[in-house]
């Protein structure tokens, strides 16, 4: 690597989109490091995401509802936040192990946790081995703040927005390909009896889709550990010209001790004022995200009689991979060129403020559904116009990465800052499954608001967010 991507890492004080910066050219990404890091970004989530389609349906057949459909979404909510509940008491200390000990052998650990997590989560016949098998995935995964960090160290601000935006593309593709499989290779021995007759098959019927996830872990695991170059800079090797020039590591006394400081430097002396409203935003993102992630899926899934649509697993997942895969072609081909045009801070607000049309189209899919008996095209219009509004709900993930990293306050405390960012939104992300699937249920059971009360409330904290977009910093900042 380059060793002066490193150097350029944005402070505090540094714009985030620096005055002429759009008319300058920009510095071309390591394409090679970025495609690794990327790599990994993509196995993750096609791991997560492949149990959506069907969790709900395992939570009923391990009959710990005593057949009650409507609390299906408390046990469901419990599962998905499991892994945020884990991540969240050892993310932070990742991300600092990694300003210690480098940032490749953290991303190796965690995607071993993940690859051995779901094996398990494939194998649990019992509500509390998936339990335990949710928590050792986030205990031993603090990957996605060590990700931001080094993409922060490979980037500096005239292509920062490239990098970033690859994060939610790949998270885009990982959450196309990961409900396909979850939708399709769950219960083998039911769509291809002959293939899958044998009795493991009948014990364990989830396991496959988990199996097949675990893979691709595995194969990103060995081109993280053949490929990939340290990021930190007093980790890496030396290279051979650095020493014939008689310079050790390309590192100077000043670089180290820096390193060294900023990792002995108390919490709370990176808590300003910058740091403190990106990561709130981030948090209040992460939390209405994830509780729209879990009731997606949740009210495609809900009997026609409660309110929902009534759909088979495998239809979820072709639901949730056609939303991945246009999310993730748009984030791809308009993410940077909009940043560009109308600036970090104004498409972060506009993004956020989608999220309310997005929870009126729940009750009006309802009402359309108990006026006209049937699933039509008037639904099937109006859950399409719901997935283009989250496209742009997405593009929010790629700008609050921007304005965190930018936060920090030396590129030394950039790991520091990045966790701290994950941990808050871990915490939110612990929050936001388990409050918004237990809402629906309550709501559905109770006939509060109709039944609506979910949407009503999490309205509410969009409004937040949407005032805590406001307190940002304008690009053109430059205290």
Not at 114 to 130: A, E, K, N, P
């Amino acid at each position: 690597m380059d060793a002066s991507h490193s150097s350029r890492v944005p402070s505090e004080t540094m714009p985030l989109i620096p005055e002429g910066a759009s008319k300058k050219s920009k510095t071309p990404l390591p394409k090679f490091q970025i495609g690794i890091l990327m790599t990994l970004r993509l196995v993750e989530p096609i791991a997560s995401m492949s149990i959506f389609p069907y969790i709900n349906q395992l939570i009923r057949e391990l009959d710990i509802t005593g057949g009650d459909d409507a609390a299906v979404g408390y046990y469901a909510g419990i599962i998905e936040s499991l892994f945020f509940v884990a991540q969240t008491l050892t993310v932070l200390r990742w991300s600092q192990l990694s300003d210690r000990i480098g940032r490749k052998p953290v991303l190796l650990v965690g995607l071993s946790g993940t690859c051995i997590s779901m094996l398990c989560f494939g194998l649990s016949t019992t509500f509390w081995g998936l339990v335990i098998s949710r928590c050792m995935c986030g205990v031993l995964n603090g990957n996605v703040s060590v990700m931001k960090t080094m993409v922060g160290e490979l980037t500096d601000p005239t292509n920062m927005a490239q990098g970033f935006a690859l994060f939610p593309v790949m998270w885009c593709i990982g959450g196309f390909v990961g409900p396909l499989i979850g939708g399709t290779l769950a219960r083998p021995q039911d769509n291809w009896p002959r293939l899958f007759a044998h009795p493991f098959w009948s014990k364990y019927p989830y396991f496959l889709p988990c199996a097949v996830s675990a893979c691709g872990i595995v194969i990103g695991f060995f081109i993280l550990l053949v490929f990939l170059e340290e990021t930190l800079s007093t980790k890496r090797r030396p290279k051979l010209t650095a020493t014939t020039l008689g310079i050790s590591n390309g590192i100077n006394s000043d670089d180290r001790e820096g390193v060294l400081q900023t990792s002995n430097m108390p919490m709370r002396s990176l808590l300003t004022p910058t740091v403190v409203v990106a990561i709130a935003n981030y948090a209040m993102l992460a939390l209405l995200d994830m509780a729209l992630m879990a009731l997606f899926p949740l009210f495609l899934s809900t009997p026609n009689y409660l309110g929902g649509l009534g759909f088979t697993p495998s239809r979820i997942g072709l639901w949730m991979a056609v939303l991945a895969i246009t999310n993730g072609i748009f984030q791809a081909l308009f993410f940077a060129k909009i940043v560009d045009w109308v600036g970090p801070k104004r498409l972060f607000c506009v993004s956020v403020s989608c999220f309310t049309p997005i929870m009126l189209m729940f009750p009006i899919m309802t009402w359309l559904l108990h006026t006209r008996g049937m699933v039509d095209h008037a639904i099937t219009f109006t859950l399409i116009s719901q997935l283009a509004l989250m496209i742009i709900w997405d593009m929010a993930y790629g700008t609050i990465f921007m304005f965190v990293t930018t936060s920090a306050p030396a590129k030394n405390s950039l790991g520091a800052v990045n966790g701290l960012g994950q941990t808050s939104a871990s915490m939110a992300r612990v929050v936001g499954p388990t409050f918004a699937t237990s809402l629906f249920a309550f709501s559905k059971e109770h006939n509060i608001l109709n039944g609506n009360a979910v949407y009503v409330v999490l309205i509410v904290l969009a409004g937040v967010l949407r005032w805590l977009a406001s307190q940002l910093p304008d690009e053109d900042r430059d205290e």
